[in-house]
C-alpha cells in the first residue's frame, strides 16, 4: 500500500529522503503538492490534498529535519 495525503509524518519522511536539502517552511503549497505526487510509491488523489493535509505534511516534515 503506497502513501497517501492522510499519511503526513510517512509523507514526510518520503521528502526528507527525496529533497534532503529543502526546507518545508520554505515552500508554497503549490510546490508542496507537486513534490508529493512526484514521490515513488504515492497514491493519493491530487484533488483530494487540502490545505489541513499540505500544512500538516509541513509540520511533520519540520518537526522530523
Do not use: S
Not at 519522511?13 to 529533497?19: G, M, V
Not at 536539502?21 to 484533488?47: I, K, Q, S, T, W
Request: zero cysteines; aromatic letters at 10%; glycine letters at 6%.
Amino acid at each position: 500500500m503506497g502513501l497517501t495525503w492522510n499519511q503526513p509524518t510517512d509523507v514526510a519522511w518520503a521528502l526528507i529522503d527525496a529533497y534532503p536539502e529543502a526546507d518545508p517552511l520554505d515552500l508554497n503549497f503549490v510546490d508542496l503538492h507537486r513534490m508529493v505526487l512526484g514521490l515513488a510509491g504515492f497514491e493519493g488523489a491530487p484533488e483530494e490534498a487540502t490545505e489541513t493535509k499540505l500544512e500538516a505534511i509541513v509540520v511533520a516534515w519540520h518537526e522530523q529535519r
